[in-house]
Every structure is written in C-alpha cells, then in structure tokens.
C-alpha cells in the first residue's frame, strides 16, 4: 500500500493533532493528514493542490472532512480510488447541490454511530445511497468521534 497516496480530512473543529489523525499517522507513516482551515469553500481551496491529478488517493474523510471528501469525489471520481466517510456532515448546504448528480462509482465505506447525537444517521444513509451504487455500510453503536470504533476497525484491510 503506497501510503503517499492516502489522505485524512479532519472534521470542523479539529486539526491534524485531532486523535483520529495521530493514530493514522502512526499506523500509515507517510499518509497526509493536512490542517484546514476557514469555510468549506476555502477548505476545498485548500484541499485541490494537495490532492495531485497523477495519483488516485484512498480519502478518509470525519465529518465536516467526510463532506469534503464527498464533493471532491463527485467532482473528480477518476482521481478518488477509495472513498471512507467516518459520520459524514452531509446535510450541509455545500452538499445539497451533489444529491441530484449521476451516481458516482468510487468504492465508498460509510462508518456513522446509532449514538451520534452531532450527525444523524438516517439522513446521511440516504444521501450517500443517492450517491454511492457502491457504498458499504457500517452502523455501529459509538458516539460522532467514533472513538471504540476507530480502534476495532481493520485499517491495513480497509485500505487496501
């Protein structure tokens, strides 16, 4: 596994010394996990130069991340190998414009906790089924930081 080619987009309040960034760097050295900053349009800004043409990236995306991660692959599904969204913010105004799109065929793992009071899990279910015909879901019982789940998860297998 090439880990230049994998990515971490961190939720809104959080950066790349967030927890969930600390142990991907420490499973996955040389996996990206850049710091964002500002409004969702600027984040996307940001996010484009990092994301090279020559390479397909594996994009792991928590929350606010997650919804970035989701309009950068409808926008360039050819550069996006894998899509992983950890309790996605898909009902953000930026994502409403995607739903009514061509479904988009990246391989797509939804990770969301039937205790996550910041990100219900119902309307995000049915966006990302719009979305992604290749979508896997994963509903476990853990809060919006998906904290036990992160740490039961097989990554090396994930992310192959």
């Not at 760097?25 to 130069?49: A, H, I």
């Not at 926008?75 to 190998?81: D, G, I, L, Q």
């Amino acid at each position: 596994m090439d880990t230049r080619r994998l990515i971490y987009l961190h939720g809104l309040e959080s950066d790349s010394n967030s927890g969930k960034a600390r142990l991907f760097r420490e499973w996955f050295p040389g996996m990206l996990t850049p710091d964002f900053k500002g409004s969702f349009e600027e984040r996307m800004t940001q996010l484009e130069p990092i994301l090279t043409p020559q390479q397909t990236w594996t994009i792991i995306g928590s929350s606010f991340g997650g919804l970035m991660g989701t309009v950068y692959t409808c926008s360039h599904p050819a550069r996006v190998r894998k899509l992983i969204l950890l309790a996605p913010a898909l009902l953000r105004n930026s994502f409403g414009s995607f739903l009514d799109l061509e479904p988009v065929s990246v391989p797509t793992l939804l990770i969301h906790g039937t205790l996550d009071t910041v990100v219900p899990l119902e309307p995000v279910r049915e966006a990302a089924q719009k979305i992604f015909p290749n979508l896997t879901l994963h509903i476990v019982e853990d809060d919006h930081r998906l904290h036990k789940t992160v740490l039961e998860m097989d990554w090396k297998t994930l992310l192959e």
